[in-house]
């Protein structure tokens, strides 16, 4: 079921819009200097070596496809001379389709620089790693960098039916029920290949359990899914009641402070296919809305598993979701910083919030001093203790308390210090005593 020109491919909208280089290239474009050579990154399944079939079908190039895990200098080298010779006997340029390019060391991947330098190769190159960190610069520089996302449930679910249909996949040799067909997709998480695969596999069962003789045509129930996969599929939908429902318990188990549903709801949306980006930005939202300022690390986690989420994807992206979403949930919780910025915004919106007192108003342009502007600011920094008294809030907003510290975790300590600052400012408590 590998597409066999462009109008096949399935999601990649984006880099494969007309007149996009990576389209160029595919459709044999080779402008004034000839085509470029490019390095598709993204995670499995996302149509990484089709893409370097389909250039390689474009002027009637000769294609070459070389592993990382297993190809070396001496195969890089044999290549070139291979494509040096097409290129002098024939006038044929050679695609060099290189998988996993970040398994190759610097210097295997300095072998490449010369064949790519002089257009002697086009290289496509296929990572799920970061280039950035694993391939060495000069190649990067020489190379169109293109980034691939997962598929669509729609695009999975249409390759699905083609495979279903066509006369080279299944060619309707069983039908699919309409939930082993969204269970198949939810399973797959963006990845073609595994859509396939699980497909093919559930089709073998369904045909096993045929009884002997039956002329009627096989269906693919969620049943057979769940057994061509050897794990029960969960019941859930991305774009319904069950992600928002599964999610809300997620978020409010955190909150509540229990370790144990909260490892189950996360559980559940990963089994589910549920992209853990998505996870990652709910644990840094509940870092500061539902922990705050009780625990300032929390967020420190939360942001750092956003991030390593991003760089590693699954399955390993399970372990620094567990790690953060522990993080949350055994926190002391103070929604302070919550409640006090939407205090602050609903009385901006209900029209308080007169002129900024004078003293505090900018300086560095012409004309303010003579307006009076900064007129009486206390700098912090010659005051006892570095704070002084002073009306920072607006005249009709002074005196007005947003941050209101809780007694629980990093808050108990913070509490007493802020009360002893706000007296100072509001000049009830001279500093230092």
Do not use: C
Not at 338 to 343: K, L, P, V
């Amino acid at each position: 079921m590998r597409p066999r020109s462009l109008g096949e491919v399935r999601g990649q909208g984006d880099v494969l819009r007309p007149g996009s280089p990576l389209r160029r290239l595919i459709e044999g474009g080779s402008g004034t200097a000839g085509p470029v050579s490019a390095i598709l990154w993204g995670p499995p399944g996302t149509g990484k070596t089709t893409l370097a079939h389909l250039a390689a079908q474009a002027a009637d190039r000769r294609f070459v496809e070389l592993s990382a895990v297993t190809a070396g200098v001496k195969d890089v080298r044999a290549v070139m001379e291979g494509a040096t010779r097409e290129r002098d006997l024939h006038g044929r340029a050679t695609v060099l389709f290189l998988d996993e390019i970040h398994r190759f060391t610097k210097a295997q991947q300095d072998a490449l620089l010369p064949g790519v330098e002089n257009r002697l190769v086009i290289l496509v190159a296929a990572t799920t790693e970061n280039p950035s960190f694993s391939i060495i610069a000069p190649l990067l520089s020489r190379s169109l960098l293109v980034t691939l996302a997962p598929l669509a449930d729609d695009d999975l679910g249409e390759l699905v039916d083609r495979a279903i249909a066509e006369d080279r996949g299944l060619d309707g040799e069983v039908t699919l029920a309409p939930e082993a067909r969204s269970a198949i997709v939810r399973l797959a998480g963006g990845d073609a290949r595994r859509a396939l695969t699980t497909l093919e596999a559930a089709t073998g069962v369904a045909l096993d359990e045929q009884p002997p003789g039956s002329a009627d045509t096989p269906t693919i129930t969620t049943a057979y899914v769940e057994q061509a996969v050897a794990h029960a599929v969960v019941r859930y939908d991305r774009a319904g009641d069950q992600h928002y429902d599964v999610a809300s318990a997620f978020i409010k188990s955190m909150r509540g402070s229990d370790v144990d549903a909260a490892l189950h709801y996360l559980a559940r949306q990963l089994e589910a296919g549920e992209d853990p980006r998505f996870i990652a930005r709910r644990v840094v939202i509940s870092a500061s809305e539902d922990v705050g300022m009780a625990d300032p690390t929390a967020l420190q986690t939360a942001v750092a598993a956003l991030h390593a989420v991003a760089q590693i994807g699954m399955p390993e992206a399970r372990i620094v979701l567990a790690q953060a979403v522990v993080h949350n949930t055994l926190a002391p919780k103070s929604n302070a910083a919550y409640t006090g910025i939407n205090e602050a915004i609903a009385d901006i919106r209900a029209g308080h919030g007169g002129p900024v007192p004078a003293q505090l108003r900018g300086t560095g342009y012409a004309g303010a001093a003579r307006l009076g502007h900064g007129e009486g600011y206390r700098y912090s920094h010659d005051e006892s203790d570095g704070v002084g008294a002073q009306q920072y809030l607006p005249d009709d907003l002074a005196g007005a308390d947003y941050y209101r510290p809780t007694d629980r975790g990093w808050e108990e300590r913070l509490g007493p210090r802020w009360e002893q600052l706000r007296r100072i400012v509001r000049g009830q408590q001279r500093p230092g005593r």
